[in-house]
Structure formats: structure tokens, C-alpha cells
């Protein structure tokens, strides 16, 4: 690792290439540079992932209407799984 003016360091490593085509692509569709998706996938993996699938669809969640109970009223479960 060396220390560029930015305060950054220079890291380098190798990937196999259908992940750095992957990367490639991410970056193009995000517009952002190559280690710019690393370092947020990095920071990412790094706070874990304890987030919590109503944190993840942040504000999608109560945008639907419907029955509150869906998921625990047998009445909303007949024939499921048949």
C-alpha cells in the first residue's frame, strides 16, 4: 500500500475476470469509478449485514395497502402451499 495526495492508499489486488466484468458493469451503471463501488461494498460488508429486510426496502415499507395481518391470519392462508 503506498499513500496518495488524496489521503487515500493505493491498494491493489487481483480478480478473476467475470468478476471484473462485473464490476465493470456496476461501476458504468452507477457512473461512478471502479473503487468507488469497492470501497462501498467494502464499508458494506465491513457494518455487516444485521440489517433487517424492512431496513433494506427503507421507505417501501406501509407504501402498499392492504390486510395488516397477511402474514399471521390463517383466514389469508387457506389453500397456501396446496
Known amino acids: ?18 468478476l471484473d466484468r462485473v464490476l465493470t458493469r456496476i461501476a458504468q451503471k452507477r457512473n461512478a469509478s471502479r473503487s468507488q463501488v469497492l470501497r462501498e461494498a467494502l464499508e458494506s ?9 424492512t431496513a433494506a426496502a427503507g421507505e417501501l415499507v406501509g407504501s ?19
Open 64 to 82: 402498499v395497502t392492504g390486510p395488516r395481518d397477511l402474514s399471521t391470519n390463517p383466514k389469508h392462508l387457506t389453500g397456501y402451499g396446496e
Open 1 to 18: 500500500m503506498r499513500n496518495t495526495r488524496s489521503g487515500m492508499r493505493v491498494v491493489s489486488l487481483k480478480l478473476p475476470a467475470d
Open 45 to 53: 460488508y465491513a457494518r455487516g449485514s444485521a440489517r433487517s429486510v
